[in-house]
């Protein structure tokens, strides 16, 4: 199970740099200064403006590389993609071809004009913006659920709803190796390192592989209920794992231990993000807001309000933006009626 809060003590959490304060000391040294100028930020900057995107839920959102556009999957089956300017989101194209519903996409890690969807349709696909076309469809054997491109750009890894990882080449289109797994897979991610790979279980654990090679490096036992999502932080130096037990757990990469735990939400978490810089994590669940922390102390940054539960959370790469969706009802004419959205928090609030 996770490690309670009030269990960390200083061999747990380890110094947050050379010379620098425990972050276990923070809390009665109150806000960080990082804290107190983000804090100033967002109340300047603290408007979310939503834009049309799709005629259904949407599921899934995410940053091109280069932070110019944003991509959106939906429960309609398709993907849209926006461009940023300035403060909005200009709607660019949409993309069609998927039979199902479009669960979760991800661009490439270095080349910002193309991404990939996976579908229920037993499907995945590449697409290129400068084209606007499919460029590959790639067939696997179940109703894919998640997907995630390798950070050195060469491999793609897709979960389906059968707990089979299929690790695809994303120049031949072919698949290089497939796992079954005995365990509910929820996400999956590679290390920024491109050596380990790293899946989150209905068990509450992180199964570890070693990468190319696929074999079994460590399981951790991270929560008492089913483990829901993992990402990791740019710099490398962390990762984090949302739960059922409406926990969110921030690890050291390297000694893969818990260092700190996140306990403001109180429904199971189902997105999270870091920012550019490493030093917030966004966390969403079925809660009315979503809570911005700050990694290295914990410490409550910022809540954005929200009028429903959110599926999909994103940090853009290089801005204190972020990007999410939520489940949405287009209450004017018919209250069961799905909105859609793609809402964008940061903004000047005299935009």
Excluded at 253 to 259: G, N
Aim: proline content about 5%; overall charge negative; glycine content about 6%.
């Amino acid at each position: 199970m996770a490690i309670p809060a009030t269990s960390m003590g200083p061999s747990a959490l380890g110094q947050s740099g050379p010379g620098s304060m425990a972050p276990w000391c923070s809390v009665t040294s109150g806000p960080t200064r990082y804290v107190l100028g983000m804090q100033e930020l967002f109340r300047g900057h603290s408007k979310t403006r939503e834009f049309p995107a799709h005629s259904a839920k949407v599921h899934s959102v995410a940053w091109s590389c280069d932070g110019r556009r944003l991509a959106s999957g939906s429960f309609d089956k398709t993907a849209s993609v926006f461009l940023l300017e300035k403060d909005r989101l200009v709607k660019e194209n949409n993309y069609r071809g998927h039979g199902d519903s479009v669960d979760q996409l991800c661009w490439h890690p270095s080349n910002p004009d193309l991404f990939v969807t996976a579908s229920g349709d037993k499907t995945i696909r590449i697409w290129d913006v400068r084209t606007t076309k499919c460029i590959a469809t790639v067939n696997t054997k179940g109703e894919n659920i998640n997907i995630c491109w390798s950070p050195d750009g060469q491999t793609i890894a897709v979960g389906n709803k059968d707990d089979v990882v299929t690790f695809i080449d994303a120049k031949t289109h072919r698949s290089k190796a497939e796992e079954q797994f005995k365990f509910e897979v929820n996400e999956i991610s590679w290390n920024n390192d491109n050596n380990m790979f790293f899946l989150t279980n209905g068990n509450g654990c992180i199964n570890i592989l070693s990468y190319p090679e696929l074999k079994p490096v460590q399981s951790i036992n991270a929560h008492p209920s089913n483990c829901i999502c993992i990402k990791f932080d740019p710099m490398g130096k962390y990762f984090a794992t949302g739960s059922a037990d409406a926990l969110v757990s921030l690890w050291d990469v390297d000694e893969l231990v818990c260092v700190r735990c996140f306990s403001r939400l109180d429904w199971p978490v189902r997105t999270l993000s870091f920012s550019h810089d490493g030093k917030m994590l966004a966390s969403a669940s079925e809660d009315h807001f979503i809570d911005i922390a700050e990694v290295e102390t914990g410490d409550k940054l910022w809540e954005v309000q929200c009028e429903s539960p959110t599926f999909t959370v994103a940090w853009h790469p290089k801005r204190p933006l972020l990007a999410f969706a939520c489940d949405d009802k287009d209450g004017k004419y018919d209250s069961s009626r799905e909105a859609g959205t793609v809402k964008l928090f940061g903004l000047p609030n005299d935009s």
